[in-house]
């Protein structure tokens, strides 16, 4: 089974920066993509950004401008730069990867436990 460690979460005031990072470990054949998804309080998870394993990325259209999603293959690690943070960025962000794994060659998806990410005003 593949592990996600997530890292970089904290508290950080309005305009503020944060960067995040999601390190998988484990038995895997290979990574494919790779997302970040948050959610606040009382609300549904949603799609922050995902990157496929050849780097095309994709962004919920409402963050696109602040947040930048990258991944470095030989540490098979995602990152998530997040620019301008608002207090409305509050919330726990997960890491996910669809692992294809070693003996079955069948994709799976793997989680972190998240990490929280609060902004003040």
């Known amino acids: 089974q593949v592990q996600l460690v997530e890292s970089g979460g904290g508290l950080v005031q309005a305009g503020g920066s944060l960067r995040l990072s999601c390190a998988a470990s484990?038995?895997?054949?290979?990574?494919?993509?790779m997302a970040w998804y948050r959610q606040a309080p009382g609300k549904q998870r949603e799609l922050v950004a995902a990157?496929?394993?050849?780097?095309?990325?994709d962004y919920a259209s409402s963050l696109k401008d602040r947040f930048t999603i990258s991944r470095d293959n030989t540490k098979n690690t995602v990152y998530l730069q997040m620019n301008s943070l608002k207090p409305e960025d509050t919330a726990v962000y997960f890491c996910?990867?669809?692992?294809?794994?070693?003996?079955?060659?069948?994709?799976?998806?793997?989680w972190g436990q998240g990490t929280q990410v609060t902004v003040s005003s």
């Open positions: 990157i496929t394993s050849g780097g095309s990325t």
């Open positions: 484990g038995s895997m054949f290979s990574i494919q993509t």
């Open positions: 996910t990867a669809k692992i294809l794994a070693v003996i079955t060659r069948r994709l799976y998806d793997s």
